[in-house]
């Protein structure tokens, strides 16, 4: 297999209010692997219409995401910050490796039976072939590291059968045109972190979620300081103290989510914050987590409607990215086209 130059890439779905298991579980990581690493974040809205979106909503929402990125840290000049719909190419490979993956391998995608419930039949095609999208959106730039939850790890080990398949069945075209033994990389998960699954706030067993119906279930990116106290202060707990080691948390599903919480906004473990906190009231916790969260969260949802009231930036912005997205995804394109035996313009 051919060396490849390490480069990060991952996406945001634009559908609905960012609330604090994104920006934990995803923006926040993405802020500190741009000092490691070339990335790129894409807000995928190819993606978010596999449902039906409103039209005007959905631009909002394109915009409030890349103003989430910018605000959290994400330097757009250092990074590449674009939205998938401005750079066609991810379309454009999404059908080649649709003739690539096997049917077999998206039958057995745990999150479209999820997200089609009992109505499968009246699912679209675009939620069943979902993976097969963010398959082409990675490897269009044929990124080595994707940063990914839990619930994604299934899609991004369907991106490595493609990209594996792919090598295999063209290797004898790929070695011809001179891109070695293997022309897709293996693409590794990047899975982890403090708080790579942020819980209800109502429910310690349930991700936090977007479509969840109570407003109490989350903190918003967009919350003010009184909505993070109150919803902070209103969070289900246990009537127990909190354990002094990480050990008794098992069983007590909210008390190890509102740990999780402190210690991913502070940058710590969970047991240095149990080091502290062990044996204190949950009413004493709370109070020091409204604080912490207050304290980490209100600049960004300021700095965020800041950005968002400026929509002439944010599209200057994603059209600045898009076009260097394109300038790397084009030639790869162009690649593979020659690899399955295209005839291209020019050639």
Request: aromatic share 8%; net charge negative.
């Amino acid at each position: 297999m051919a060396a490849f130059k390490k480069l990060v890439f991952s996406g945001v779905q634009p559908t609905g209010n960012l609330h604090l298991g994104n920006y934990l579980g995803a923006i926040k990581r993405f802020v500190e692997m741009q000092e490691r690493a070339d990335c790129l974040y894409c807000v995928v809205d190819l993606h978010a219409i596999t449902l039906w979106q409103n039209p005007a909503e959905l631009r909002t929402q394109i915009r409030e995401v890349t103003a989430a990125f910018i605000a959290a840290g994400i330097d757009p000049k250092r990074s590449i910050v674009f939205n998938q719909s401005q750079v066609p190419q991810h379309a454009e490979l999404a059908w080649i490796f649709n003739c690539v993956a096997r049917l077999g391998w998206l039958n057995r995608m745990t999150q479209f039976k999820d997200k089609a419930g009992k109505d499968r039949e009246n699912a679209s095609v675009g939620l069943y072939d979902y993976p097969v999208l963010m398959a082409a959106d990675i490897l269009a730039y044929r990124a080595t590291h994707v940063p990914v939850g839990e619930d994604q790890k299934q899609h991004l080990e369907l991106t490595r059968d493609i990209a594996q398949k792919f090598n295999t069945d063209f290797a004898e075209s790929i070695e011809a045109h001179g891109h070695g033994e293997g022309f897709f990389p293996i693409t590794e998960p990047l899975i982890g972190g403090p708080a790579a699954r942020v819980m209800s706030l109502r429910d310690g067993t349930k991700k936090m979620s977007k479509s969840d119906p109570s407003d109490y279930s989350r903190i918003n990116l967009t919350d003010d300081a009184d909505a993070i106290a109150q919803k902070v202060r209103k969070a289900k707990t246990d009537p127990e103290p909190l354990p002094s080691e990480a050990a008794g948390l098992n069983g007590r599903p909210e008390a190890d989510n509102l740990v999780g919480i402190f210690a991913a906004l502070r940058g710590a473990t969970r047991e240095a914050v149990l080091a502290e906190y062990g044996g204190a009231q949950f009413s004493a916790f709370k109070g020091a987590l409204v604080e912490l969260a207050v304290e980490s969260l209100s600049p960004l949802s300021a700095e965020m409607k800041r950005l968002v009231a400026d929509p002439a930036h944010i599209d200057a912005v994603l059209a600045d990215g898009s076009e260097r997205a394109a300038a790397i995804a084009a030639p790869t394109l162009d690649a593979v086209k020659d690899i399955v035996g295209f005839v291209r313009r020019g050639r």
